[in-house]
């Protein structure tokens, strides 16, 4: 059994298309993935100097290893049509859709993509309304070329009415739900944002909390986070190294023609070899090139 590709997204960072600055800031960012915002970060005012801006970033490259994604915004709205055409040629690895509600509503914003010339454009969607939880195994099912699922626990839980709590208490039901469809099908998901900057106990227990219930990485609003959610959502030293033990117990198990390795007391199956294996495909693929170093991105 061997390892396989895997591309890291602990962590994803949110960047107004507006500001320049940031956009400048974040090839120098130990972040696994940028979004960059056209959407709820920008003004009305600033959409379209906002949509110009980023464009000209992703022309302009040097984000290295780092996955660029553009969050458009959505075609209801009086840019969603311009974002999307200028998505279509951007460079972007990626095309974030906000407010998904419902497979035929993805659909048809992937088909404006592609009549705009982004037919092999790998396609993210928001899930952050009720309708969009009730609706995601539906929108699911538009892998492959859906790659990515992210929460939009923000605008979830006011849509839910719930009060605030640190243990997420009534977006459980929907993050499990969110969870099973993206596994049926393959895809990443990443947890929501934490907007208290100040509080850091409570977001390093909001990234464990994502990771225990089965997440890929988080959404994050501030640099200051980047770290956290990196070494949450990562494979540490120890885990790495546990996993190359499972994986070489099995192996000699699988060499010897015998179905059950036994490791440490406990029993060793292909699924365990198999985990093990994603794991160390994880850690290997963080432990990749500095992710400030620009490798000149095409």
């Known amino acids: 059994m061997t390892t396989t590709l895997i591309r890291p997204r602990r962590s994803a960072l949110y960047m107004p298309g507006s500001s320049t600055r940031a956009l400048e800031k974040a090839r120098g960012l130990a972040a696994d993935v940028i979004i960059m915002d056209l959407e709820d970060a920008v003004a009305p005012s600033a959409k379209e100097a906002a949509r110009a801006a980023a464009c000209a970033a992703l022309a302009a490259g040097g984000y290295g290893r780092r996955e660029t994604v553009l969050r458009v915004n959505g075609l209801d709205t009086a840019w969603g049509a311009a974002d ?52 995601v195994d539906a929108i699911a099912s538009l892998a492959p070329r859906l790659e990515v699922l992210v929460m939009g626990t923000a605008d979830l839980a006011r849509a839910l009415r719930l009060p605030p709590d640190p243990a997420r208490l009534g977006l459980l039901p929907a993050l499990g739900r969110c969870l099973l469809a993206a596994r049926a099908r393959g895809l990443d998901i990443l947890d929501g944002i934490f907007t208290d900057l100040g509080d850091e106990p409570g977001f390093r227990a909001a990234c464990r909390q994502g990771k225990a219930l089965g997440l890929d990485g988080k959404t994050l609003i501030h640099p200051a986070q980047l770290a956290i959610a990196n070494e949450t959502f990562g494979v540490s030293a120890a885990e790495a190294a546990a996993a190359r033990k499972t994986m070489a117990a099995w192996q000699a198990a699988d060499a010897a023609s015998r179905g059950i390795a036994v490791l440490d007391g406990r029993m060793i199956e292909r699924l365990h070899a198999g985990e093990a294996s994603r794991l160390l495909a994880l850690h290997e693929a963080c432990a990749g090139p500095a992710p400030d170093i620009d490798e000149n991105k095409a």
Do not use: C, H, Y
């Not at 993805?106 to 404006?112: F, G, H, N, T």
């Open 84 to 135: 999307i055409a200028a998505a279509a040629t951007s460079g972007a690895d990626a095309v974030l859709f906000p407010k998904v509600g419902s497979a035929g509503q993805l659909a048809a914003a992937v088909a404006r993509l592609d009549a705009a010339g982004g037919a092999n454009l790998p396609v993210w969607a928001m899930i952050e309304t009720p309708a969009g939880v009730l609706a």
